[in-house]
């Protein structure tokens, strides 16, 4: 199909979180070869970040992609910043975003990667990440918080009981989460699209960097390959962790380190009842269809 025969997705609504501000992209001047890493949270980003720069810039140590990539939808820094600081960028842009496509501005010239985790997995890395930040961070992001928008609080009840919150209120205390995933799933047959899973990652990370690689046009050079999945790795992010954490991990207990946590899978399996596997994954069928859902728990839609 010709790219004037396709009906491109269409900024239809404007998001007003205590996290982000969906307005800002009203802003953005797109460049014909910007990447945008899109996710929903704790599913992959910071390393699908970690990935683009490694071959955008071939391989290169010392990168600090948190500042080169920005969560440019977040409510900090101010969005003026962060434009300022994209239109700055003299290299091929790759830009982070948690927004679901429809509070998007979406350039048909751009590439789009999104990629997904499942939800317990999801549930589970965040209630570490919430849990250990420094109490400042409240504070901040109160006094960002537009009127009328409940305020980001300390979570109060352990992993499970946050858990079944954050089911049972759509994602809170962060953003919805059945909106976000299906929205993506919707515009995966485009061809500036790119759907990945976390678990595909995990399970074979250097042909999904080669994936990457093609559906982004850059060409792999082989006498920098073993670099690029070595600087791509858990254990080289972990030891550069201040490069690839938000404000250098700062706003974490124990630094940036303490954001690169484990990366790992199923840690709600000894902690959740069948019953309750059951609840989710019925849940998951109900908002996403039968074959989202089962993409969304393994990476295999069939």
């Known amino acids: 199909m010709k790219d004037d025969a396709i009906a491109w997705p269409q900024k239809k609504r404007e998001l007003i979180h205590n996290h982000f501000d969906s307005t800002v992209w009203n802003d953005f001047a797109f460049r014909d070869d910007d990447i945008i890493i899109a996710t929903y949270a704790k599913a992959g980003t910071t390393w699908l970040q970690q990935i683009v720069s490694q071959l955008i810039f071939n391989g290169e140590e010392g990168l600090n992609v948190a500042e080169m990539s920005p969560w440019l939808d977040s409510c900090l820094p101010s ?4 434009l300022d600081d994209m239109e700055a960028q ?24 999104y990629i997904a985790r499942d939800g317990r997995d999801v549930a589970w890395s965040y209630y570490n990440h919430q849990s250990n930040y420094v109490a400042d961070i409240y504070e901040q992001m109160a006094a960002v918080c537009p009127p009328g928008v409940e305020r980001f609080a300390p979570l109060t009840k352990d992993v499970v009981g946050f858990y079944h919150e954050w089911l049972e209120r759509d994602g809170w205390p962060i953003w919805p989460f059945w909106d976000n995933i299906a929205s993506w799933w919707a515009v995966r047959d485009l061809p500036n699209v790119m759907l990945m899973h976390f678990n595909d ?28 999945v070595e600087h791509c790795g858990f254990d080289y992010m972990k030891a550069h962790a201040d490069k690839s954490s938000p404000l250098g991990g700062a706003i974490w207990k124990g630094g940036a380190k303490t954001f690169i946590n484990k990366g790992t899978n199923g840690r709600w399996r000894d902690l959740l009842s069948a019953q309750e596997c059951a609840d989710y994954e019925a849940l998951a069928v109900e908002k996403l269809g ?11 839609p069939d």
Request: positive net charge; charged residues 35%.
């Open 79 to 82: 969005g003026k910043e962060k």
């Open 90 to 113: 003299t290299h091929r842009r790759f830009i982070k975003t948690h927004l679901p496509v429809d509070a998007l501005k979406f350039s048909p010239k751009a590439k789009y990667i």
């Open 201 to 228: 990652l995990k399970a074979d990370m250097p042909a999904q960097i080669r994936k990457i690689a093609a559906f982004l046009d850059i060409p792999i050079d082989e006498n920098n390959w073993d670099k690029i």
């Open 290 to 300: 039968p074959e989202c859902a089962r993409w969304l728990k393994s990476g295999e």
